[in-house]
C-alpha cells in the first residue's frame, strides 16, 4: 500500500529543506492551504498535486510524481 499524500509531501518538504510558507508561496496558496496539506486535515485538488509536482521537481532537479488514491477522483 503506497504511503499517505500529505506524508509523501511532507517528506519532499524535508528534502527540499523548505518551511510550510515556502511550500505554500511556490504553489501559490496560503500557508493555512498547506499547513492542513500536510496534516492530512484536507486533500489537494488535482491541479494542486500537479504544482506539487512541479515545484519538488524543480527544486530537487528530478522528475518527482506524487501517489495518489484511485478512489480519490
Not at 8 to 15: F, G, H, N, T, V
Not at 27 to 36: D, I, N, W
Request: net charge positive; hydrophobic share 30%.
Amino acid at each position: 500500500i503506497n504511503e499517505p499524500l500529505n506524508k509523501q509531501i511532507e517528506a519532499l518538504r524535508d528534502e527540499c529543506r523548505m518551511t510550510v510558507e515556502e511550500l505554500a508561496e511556490g504553489l501559490g496558496v496560503t500557508p493555512r492551504s498547506a499547513y492542513r496539506h500536510l496534516s492530512g486535515e484536507a486533500t489537494p485538488r488535482q491541479r494542486q498535486i500537479a504544482a506539487y509536482e512541479k515545484l519538488f521537481s524543480q527544486k530537487l532537479g528530478r522528475k518527482v510524481h506524487l501517489e495518489t488514491s484511485v478512489e480519490r477522483q
